[in-house]
Structure formats: C-alpha cells, structure tokens
C-alpha cells in the first residue's frame, strides 16, 4: 500500500524567507502531482513530474523528484502572502492513473 | 473550455438518508475520480471510472456507490448516511491515458450530514 509523508505539516514564513516543503513516499512510483488549495475552495494543480530528476519551476514554486529515494521537494523563494495555502502531493504509479494518493498537506502560512 | 462541475455544491442531509452527487468531466475526458476530503482523514480516494467501468476502488464501505453514463458524466452515491460523512466531495477528470496525465479538479460538494 502506498503511503505519502509530507512534512512540516504547519509552515509558517515570513515574507521573503525561503523555505522547503518534503514529501516522502513508500513504493515505487512513475509521476508525482503538486496541488495547491485555498480555504474552502478545490484543488489547483501546480507541477507533475514525470521522471526522475524531474524539475519544474513557476514563478516562486520549484518542485524536484527522486523516483531513487522516493522524495519530491517542493521549494518556496522569497515567499509571498499570495503563497499561503495548503499543499499536497500525490504520487502516482502507471497502473492507477486515476487514482491519485495524498500526503497530508502542509498548511503553508506567510506573514509580512 | 469549461472545467469540471459537480452538483450539488452544498447539501444538508439527516443521517440515514441517502444522497446522490453529481459531477461533468471536461469534455472529452472519459476518466472520472471521486475523493473524500475531511480534517481528519484528509483526502481519500474513492472511486474512478473509465468508460463506464470501474477501473479502481478506494478502501470504502459498500454504501458508497458510482457509476459513469456513455456521456462520461458520473454519479456517486453515498447510502444510509452518518455523521461521518459530512465531507467535501471532490471529483476530478482527465484524459486517463500515459502522454495526458494531468487531473482537474472540480470546485467539490460539501455534504454536511445531521
């Protein structure tokens, strides 16, 4: 059975600091999702990666994977209030497209 | 192109009761997943349906149902309701094939049960 570890689970920053949020995950898998979501609203992808070494960058956001070590990175630069929010990743093996398994989230707090 | 939707957006049920949630993929997506998300549990995966089949199953007790019409809109059924399923139901979309991988979420049902 997959399981997804992501941590902190609380983050808070100041504005302008630079921070990284971990996830971890247990059996092999081939892509790995990043979402974002807002207090009461859906999820909104941010990155998949599809291989290992993969690194994908969006404005302050930079995700990485090591499909070795089972660890995907997602890092902050010079962080914003924008940015608060809550984060997840899930990764994905290839026989279950469709079924995408979360880590708990990192609630992701900025303060001026 | 119009995103995902799902209907009802809010629902107030009595426990005991059943419900039926609602959810349009983007068209030409025929992939359609269910998720539950609660403070507690977090997000967890329900169901997905491909072509009207069910392709995978979540770890969730029988009085959860769905299903998937020709037109690739989908249904969930929630039977005999408890408190523990007030929730948010999200359901997402996609293409489901290797080279188009991406899921869209849709805004979500939030079904408060009492």
């Known amino acids: 059975e997959l399981k997804v570890e992501q941590n902190p689970l609380f983050l808070s920053m100041q504005e302008g600091k630079n921070y990284t949020i971990y996830c971890n995950y247990s059996?092999?898998?081939?892509?790995l999702y990043w979402y974002r979501q807002d207090p009461g609203k859906s999820l909104e992808s941010l990155f998949v990666?599809?291989?290992?070494?993969a690194v994908k960058q969006e404005g302050r956001l930079m995700a990485s994977l090591d499909t070795k070590a089972r660890l995907s990175t997602l890092h902050i630069t010079a962080a914003v209030h924008d940015l608060s929010a809550t984060y997840f990743c899930a990764p994905n093996r290839g026989t279950s497209y469709g079924k995408l398994t979360f880590g708990q989230g990192t609630i992701l707090t900025v303060h001026p | 192109k119009a995103g995902v939707t799902q209907t009802p957006r809010y629902l107030i049920k009595t426990r005991g009761q059943q419900v039926t949630l609602s959810c349009s993929p983007i068209?030409?997506?025929?992939?359609v997943s269910w998720y539950q998300q609660t403070p507690g549990q977090g997000l967890q995966f329900l169901f997905e349906y491909f072509s009207e089949t069910q392709r995978n199953k979540g770890n969730f007790p029988g009085r959860f149902s769905g299903r998937q019409f020709s037109n690739s809109r989908s249904e969930m059924n929630v039977s005999t309701l408890e408190l523990g399923d007030s929730a948010l139901y999200l359901c997402?979309?996609?293409?489901?094939?290797?080279?188009?991988?991406?899921?869209?979420f849709g805004p979500g049902t939030r079904l408060t049960v009492t």
């Open positions: 997402a979309s996609s293409l489901s094939d290797r080279n188009a991988y991406e899921q869209y």
């Open positions: 059996t092999t898998s081939d892509r």
């Open positions: 990666l599809l291989s290992n070494g």
């Open positions: 068209s030409g997506h025929r992939s």
